[in-house]
């Protein structure tokens, strides 16, 4: 069965520093990661996509994939108390398929 | 870009009556969408995946009689509560696929119901 780990948290970061969220995947064929970011009673909201080996940078979001370890992660640079949510790490095998869902890590940024 | 809508965003209705669900594409051709249900503090689950004029896929152990999903564009989905109940109460989302990022998945809104 296709699994995405990700530690449920909370995470607990001072506002201003580096919050390192984590990912690990069971299925070697997955082609495409994601990460959602999930405020409470909100529904998901897309953050990041990535699909080779290395990283992706987008403003304070940096994305980061290993397939050989079967690891993906995000860093959130100066993270501030509105970064405070729930993210969800996600895998798709190919196109048109439905993402394997991890249960998601709850982040909370202290100010 | 990629703006998914839900309608309504919220809905009451008494126990035994059936709700119906819209999830529209505002600017892309979704060729998959999916829904999903969320209960309190849990996590996304899915229950279906459909594509434009085919039947939709469920997830085992949701019911197809009782959730009854319909895609008949390219831009609208629709999931039917029928003969709802108090445990049906949940936070129903659709997601959309296609365009130019096929594999990429965008959430509506979400919608919340209640049963009583």
């Known amino acids: 069965q296709k699994e995405v780990e990700q530690n449920s948290g909370p995470l607990s970061v001072p506002e201003g520093a580096i919050a390192s969220l984590n990912c690990t995947y069971s299925?070697?064929?997955?082609?495409?990661f994601f990460w959602y970011r999930q405020y409470s009673g909100k529904s998901p909201e897309l953050i990041m996509s990535?699909?080779?080996?290395g990283d992706k940078e987008d403003g304070r979001f940096t994305a980061q994939l290993n397939k050989a370890s079967q690891y993906v992660s995000l860093l959130i640079r100066d993270s501030q108390p509105s970064d405070s949510a729930t993210y969800l790490c996600?895998?798709?095998?190919?196109?048109?398929?439905?993402?394997?869902f991890g249960k998601g890590t709850t982040l909370s940024v202290s100010s | 870009g990629a703006v998914v809508s839900q309608h309504p965003s919220w809905v009451i209705c008494k126990s035994g009556t059936s709700v119906k669900i819209e999830c529209r594409s505002l600017?892309?051709?979704?060729?998959?969408m999916f829904w999903y249900r969320q209960f309190p503090k849990q996590s996304l689950m899915l229950m279906a995946t459909?594509?434009?004029?085919?039947?939709?896929?469920?997830e085992q152990g949701v019911e197809k009689d009782k959730f009854l999903i319909n895609h008949a564009s390219l831009t609208l989905s629709t999931l039917t509560v029928t003969s709802a109940h108090p445990e049906d109460s949940s936070f129903y989302i659709c997601?959309?696929?296609?365009?130019?990022?096929?594999?990429?998945?965008?959430f509506g809104p979400g919608t919340r119901l209640t049963v009583l």
């Open positions: 997601s959309a696929s296609g365009g130019a990022s096929t594999d990429t998945q965008y």
């Open positions: 990535i699909y080779s080996n």
């Open positions: 996600a895998v798709s095998g190919q196109a048109g398929t439905a993402l394997i």
């Open positions: 600017d892309f051709q979704a060729t998959t």
């Open positions: 299925d070697r064929g997955s082609q495409s």
């Open positions: 459909s594509n434009e004029g085919s039947k939709a896929t469920y």
